[in-house]
T-cell receptor, first 115, second 113 residues
Framework: DAGITQSPRHKVTETGTPVTLRCHQT?????MYWYRQDPGHGLRLIHY???????DKGEVSDGYSVSRSKTEDFLLTLESATSSQTSVYFC??????????????FGPGTRLTVL | GQQVMQIPQYQHVQEGEDFTTYCNSS?????IQWYKQRPGGHPVFLIQ?????EVKKQKRLTFQFGEAKKNSSLHITATQTTDVGTYFC?????????????FGQGTILTVHP
């Protein structure tokens, strides 16, 4: 597996609290992604990054923000968690350059429960 | 926006039976990728198809990309219990959104021994 770690792996929090999930890679990939996975919906893109400080929204970005201050780390923040954000969150890394194959490699996931 | 539909959502088979999952996109794709997720695990890349009408094989798995580059299929011959998991297709829209995949909902495969 590609060198991708996610932290924490499990988290239980209460509605209204801020939550930050971290994705760390050691592969020097330019592209990084945050997805959420819910039954019946597959994997839905929240935000992605195509370089340091370059990010863009995915299809389900409301309620989430991201930051990427260095190549290795991509942070996902829930400013005020809601129960609808209970999900499994996957980080993925994508192409190293804009001319590389655009396959993605996924981290182990973070299971987040918002009570 | 681009939509990728995948059917069936669930498939239960007896070990040794064949299995097929289908993927259809609302737009023409530059390429399509397939991923497998074992229960409790993370998605793992299987294969990428790029050319119109392309067919690729990996042992018992056969992947096809439609002539119009809007649909794809994954066929598993003689399933084994190790094939259990969720199979996702993921498309990249032609001409735009480099590096951005749209995933289908996935097909959950159960294999009964």
């Amino acid at each position: 597996d590609a060198g991708i770690t996610q932290s924490p792996r499990h988290k239980v929090t209460e509605t209204g609290t801020p939550v930050t999930l971290r994705c760390h890679q050691t592969e020097n990939h330019r592209y990084m992604y945050w997805y959420r996975q819910d039954p019946g919906h597959g994997l839905r893109l929240i935000h992605y990054s195509y370089g340091v400080k370059d990010t863009d929204k995915g299809e389900v970005s409301d309620g989430y923000s991201v930051s990427r201050s260095k190549t290795e780390d991509f942070l996902l923040t829930l400013e005020s968690a809601t129960s609808s954000q209970t999900s499994v969150y996957f980080c993925a890394i994508g192409p190293k350059t804009t001319s590389a194959a655009d396959t993605q490699y996924f981290g182990p996931g973070t299971r987040l429960t918002v009570l | 926006g681009q939509q990728v539909m995948q059917i069936p959502q669930y498939q239960h088979v007896q070990e040794g039976e064949d299995f097929t999952t289908y993927c259809n996109s609302s737009t023409t794709l530059s390429n399509i990728q397939w991923y497998k997720q074992r229960p409790g695990g993370h998605p793992v890349f299987l294969i990428q198809l790029v050319k119109s009408g392309e067919v690729k094989k990996q042992k018992r798995l056969t992947f096809q990309f439609g002539e119009a580059k809007k649909n794809s299929s994954l066929h598993i011959t003689a399933t084994q219990t190790t094939d259990v998991g969720t199979y996702f297709c993921a498309g990249v829209e032609g001409g735009t959104s480099y590096g951005k995949l749209t995933f289908g909902q996935g097909t959950i495969l159960t294999v009964h021994p």
